[in-house]
């Protein structure tokens, strides 16, 4: 038997308007080699200075991960000599980093679903190392002939989350990489796009026999573009690294790629250690008092995901699975919290978004962002069927209109003219003429058959031309044909 140990090195790029060092604008799209100046493109003699709002950003990410914040921290150079950093060294930082330490939780619903079933430790605390800020690289284009750098990219605020050595599965992995993209949206800290590549993610893998106490050789992935990719080419490098070492082969510490389309991974080169990078001191940037930092950061501190579920369970009485669904997403969550605020029964607000308006908007490629039917909107539509004034499925029918049309639900009733009759007396008056025009299914009904009455409901809501509450309609009936 071998036992598997996963630590990840997550990448973010940080949303600010400008780059770490410069005042170059971050802009994803733009033409190659575009948004660049000579700071970022490493001309001698440009001087970096500091992007204010990226320090904060990175110590927001530490509160909302139980980080210590550093009160002093540093910057360092990095050198190495690749064409994707023109200046041949990066600045980033390395013994004094802004936070240490921290945890993130693995909830239930961040694991994949044909996964959530098989959860080896429920709400998973997976340590954190550190968190530093960094500035990135250019970006290489590989051609058939020849390869393109394109300096865009060059020196936007950059900050590596590194974990622990404790997550054992590829599925763990994708549930860090998953509650921890959910995190950084929610304190508004980066898109985390892994496509355009503003949330990446290198992963140590390491096996050894289970009479092992010592690690394994630290072997890390690079090249994946997606969350479930991570999860697939650790699957293939346990499997290789399983394998060799049930030959009796030896595993040496290297850097192998990712190649998706092939579904596995391939030797780049054999890994450097820290010393390879003569780490020392950035002379060009003062060190960073956190005090300050900190003051501005806390009010910025978002409700978490874990927490607006437990609060969701509490205050709307909804499912823990649905309080999941719906604090998965910072505008969806604030969308059911502004739809069931006044709600009677939040519960049916909240079965409404995650049925009918979810599917609507996967259909017509549309996000909560832009649907076309505000909450309280959505809010009125539940009270009319709550309030028995349109049935269920005219409400479907409502919905419809509502949300290809935009017009409010009490604009469509009136209308259509669909509005429910729920006067008691209306309805008996109905029920009576019903009864003496159907002598036989009464009679069928007083003999045991309780499935007339829905015939005899039917022809209720039939004279009331569809107007008739259902429900009311069979109470009514019921008692009529009991008493």
């Not at 050198?79 to 980033?92: E, G, T």
């Not at 499925?393 to 009136?414: C, H, L, N, Y």
Request: glycine share 6%; proline share 6%; hydrophobic share 40%.
């Amino acid at each position: 038997m071998f036992v598997t140990t996963i630590g990840l090195e997550v990448h973010v790029q940080l949303r600010t308007r400008s780059k770490m060092f410069c005042g170059c604008p971050v802009e994803f799209g733009a033409e190659p080699n575009w948004c660049t100046c000579p700071i970022c493109l490493g001309f001698p003699g440009a001087l970096p200075v500091m992007n204010h709002e990226a320090l904060r950003l990175t110590v927001l990410t530490g509160l909302m991960l139980n980080c210590e914040i550093a009160p002093l921290c540093k910057f360092d150079r990095k050198n190495y000599f690749y064409p994707d950093l023109a200046k041949n060294y990066q600045i980033s930082q390395y013994d004094r980093p802004l936070c240490a330490r921290g945890a993130l939780a693995l909830h239930g619903s961040a694991y994949p679903k044909d996964a959530q079933k098989s959860i080896a430790t429920i709400d998973k605390q997976v340590p954190l190392v550190r968190i530093h800020l960094e500035e990135d690289v250019a970006k290489s284009f590989h051609f058939e002939t020849s390869t393109g750098i394109d300096f865009n990219r060059a020196g936007t605020p950059l900050m590596e989350i590194v974990t622990e050595p404790a997550i054992s599965s590829p599925e763990e992995a994708f549930a860090f990489l998953t509650a921890l993209k959910q995190i950084l949206v929610y304190g508004n800290v980066s898109d985390a796009d892994m496509e355009k590549g503003q949330l990446r993610c290198d992963c140590n893998v390491s096996v050894r026999p289970e009479t092992q106490q010592e690690l394994g050789a630290k072997i890390e992935i690079k090249n994946m573009n997606s969350i479930s990719g991570v999860r697939r080419a650790l699957a293939f490098e346990i499997e290789r690294q399983t394998a060799a070492l049930a030959r009796g082969e030896t595993l040496q510490q290297e850097t192998r790629g990712w190649d998706d389309d092939a579904g596995q991974t391939f030797l780049m080169r054999i890994k450097e250690s820290a010393h390879d990078y003569r780490y020392f001191p950035e002379p060009d940037l003062v060190p960073v008092k956190t005090e300050l930092l900190l003051e501005e950061v806390r009010p910025r501190v978002p409700e978490l995901p874990h927490a607006k579920r437990s609060r969701f369970m509490r205050e709307y009485e909804v499912s823990d699975y649905d309080a999941g669904v719906l604090a998965d997403k910072v505008q969806l969550a604030a969308y059911f919290e502004s739809a069931a605020k006044g709600a009677r029964k939040p519960k049916n607000v909240a079965n409404w978004i995650l049925n009918d308006l979810q599917s609507a908007l996967a259909t017509s490629g549309r996000t909560i962002s832009d649907c076309p039917i505000p909450p309280e909107a959505l809010d009125e539509l539940v009270a009319l069927i709550d309030s028995g004034k349109i049935s269920s499925k005219q409400g479907k029918d409502v919905f419809a209109e509502m949300f290809a049309s935009g017009k409010p639900a009490a604009v469509i009733v009136r209308e259509r003219g669909i509005e429910q009759v729920s006067d008691s007396g209306a309805i008996e008056s109905l029920c009576e003429q019903v009864i003496a025009a159907n002598p036989k299914p009464v009679a069928d009904f007083q003999a045991g058959n309780t499935a007339s009455l829905n015939f005899l409901k039917g022809q209720v809501i039939k004279l009331s031309k569809g107007k008739a509450n259902p429900q009311l309609a069979g109470e009514i009936l019921e008692r009529k044909l009991r008493g």
